[in-house]
C-alpha cells in the first residue's frame, strides 16, 4: 500500500466508487479504504438481494453483483483498493494523514463516503441470518415494490416523519400497511402525521411494538405487544420495515469536521465541500435525504470532479508563489 496519494477515498458503496472511477480516469490515482472489519466492503447493498431501480439493468441485479461491477471498473481506470478500516484521520494539516492500524497515507484530497449505517431492533426473527433482507428492510423506497410485498399487508416501525413517508410509500404496493409505534402520539410533524390518520390503506397501531417475526422463506407474520394491556397477536405480513432513523458512519473523524444535528457531515450546498478545504463528502454520509444507490453515485462523482478541480487550482496558486512561500506552506 502506498504511503502517498494525490486522492484518498474512503468507503467503497456507490459514492465512494464511482469518486474513485471519476478520480482514476483524472490520473489522480486514488487510493481507495474498502473497510474490512466495520462492516461489507460495497456498503448496504452486500445485504441487498434485487436491486431493481438502478438505471442499466432492466432484469435487476443483486446488491453484491451490482458492487462488483462497481469495483471492476475503478480497478480497471488504475484505483488501488485496500481492504482495511480506517481508524482515524488528522485533517489539521496538510497532506492530511490517514491512519489504518499501523500505517499512515498522506493525501493531498480526501474523499469520505463512509455511508450511514440504519438503526434496527433485535426482533427475534429480523437479522441477520433470519428474515432480514427476505421481507424485513429498512429501505421501503428501494425495496417496496418488490414482489414479495406486493398486496399483502406491510408493517413498519416508526413514529417520525421517515416512518409515515415510507408507510405511505408502500400503500402504493402493500393491500394495507400498519405503523407500529410504541407511543400514543406521533412524533412525525403535524401534516405528516394527519396524512397517516386520514389515508384509507393505513392504520397506526398505538401504544405497541413487534415483538417477533416469523416464516420459512421470507416474512409470513408478525406479533404485535399492546404495551397497555401487554396482550400480544400474531398477524399475517409480507414485510417489516423499519423506519426509525440512520446513524452516520463518522465517528472516526474525531469531530474535525462541521456535523449537522443528527451527525451528517455538512456540505457546501450544491457541491461536495465540507468546512475543511480539500476533503469532500458523497454518499449517505452526508445525504440523509434521498439514500439511493444511484444519488449517492451521482454524488462521489460530485466529489471527485470538485476534488479534481481543487488540486488543479492549489497546484497553480502555488506554481506562482515565490520558494519561500511555497516551503511555509503546510
Known amino acids: 500500500m502506498r504511503k502517498q ?3 484518498v477515498i474512503i468507503g467503497s458503496g456507490p459514492a465512494g466508487y464511482t469518486a474513485a472511477v471519476y478520480a482514476a480516469r483524472a490520473n489522480l490515482e486514488p487510493l481507495l479504504f474498502a473497510g474490512f472489519h466495520s462492516g461489507p466492503a460495497g456498503g448496504q447493498l452486500m445485504t441487498t438481494t434485487d436491486v431493481e431501480n438502478y438505471p442499466g ?13 462497481f469495483r471492476k471498473q475503478a480497478e480497471r481506470f488504475g484505483t488501488e483498493v485496500v481492504m482495511k478500516d480506517v481508524s482515524s484521520v488528522n485533517l489539521a494539516h496538510h497532506p492530511f494523514k490517514i491512519m489504518s492500524g499501523d500505517t499512515t497515507v498522506e493525501a493531498e484530497a480526501l474523499i469520505i463516503a463512509t455511508g450511514a449505517t440504519a438503526k434496527l431492533l433485535p426482533i427475534p426473527g429480523a437479522g441477520e441470518g433470519e428474515l432480514w433482507q427476505k421481507g424485513v428492510s429498512a429501505c421501503a423506497v428501494c425495496d417496496g415494490a418488490m414482489p414479495i410485498f406486493r ?4 408493517y413498519v416501525i416508526g413514529g417520525g416523519d421517515s416512518a409515515v413517508e415510507e408507510a405511505i410509500f408502500l ?11 410504541r407511543r400514543d402520539t406521533l412524533r412525525a410533524s403535524l401534516i405528516m402525521g394527519e396524512r397517516a390518520k386520514h389515508h384509507p390503506k ?3 397501531l398505538w401504544n405497541s411494538v413487534c415483538t417477533a417475526v416469523e416464516g420459512k422463506e421470507v416474512v409470513e407474520s408478525v406479533t404485535i405487544q399492546n404495551l397497555v394491556t401487554k396482550k400480544e397477536e400474531k398477524h399475517p405480513a409480507g414485510g417489516l420495515f423499519f423506519a426509525i432513523g440512520h446513524q452516520p458512519n463518522t465517528g472516526f473523524l474525531g469531530n474535525q469536521l462541521e456535523l449537522d444535528d443528527v451527525g451528517y457531515l455538512k456540505v457546501d450546498k450544491g457541491t461536495s ?11 449517505d454520509v452526508f445525504d440523509h435525504r434521498y439514500r439511493q444507490a444511484i444519488t449517492a453515485a451521482g454524488s462521489g462523482c460530485m466529489a471527485a470532479l470538485d476534488a479534481e478541480r481543487w488540486l488543479a487550482a492549489r497546484g497553480e496558486a ?5 520558494k519561500e512561500e511555497m516551503e511555509r506552506d503546510p
Open 5 to 7: 496519494a494525490k486522492v
Open 318 to 322: 502555488q506554481a506562482r508563489l515565490p
Open 171 to 181: 400503500t402504493k404496493f402493500g393491500s394495507r400497511v400498519y405503523i407500529v409505534h
Open 202 to 204: 393505513v392504520e397506526i
Open 57 to 69: 439493468f432492466p432484469e435487476g441485479i443483486t446488491g453484491p453483483k451490482l458492487m462488483e461491477t
Open 151 to 154: 398486496n399483502k399487508p406491510l
Open 273 to 283: 465541500h465540507t468546512n475543511i478545504p480539500g476533503v469532500f463528502a458523497a454518499g
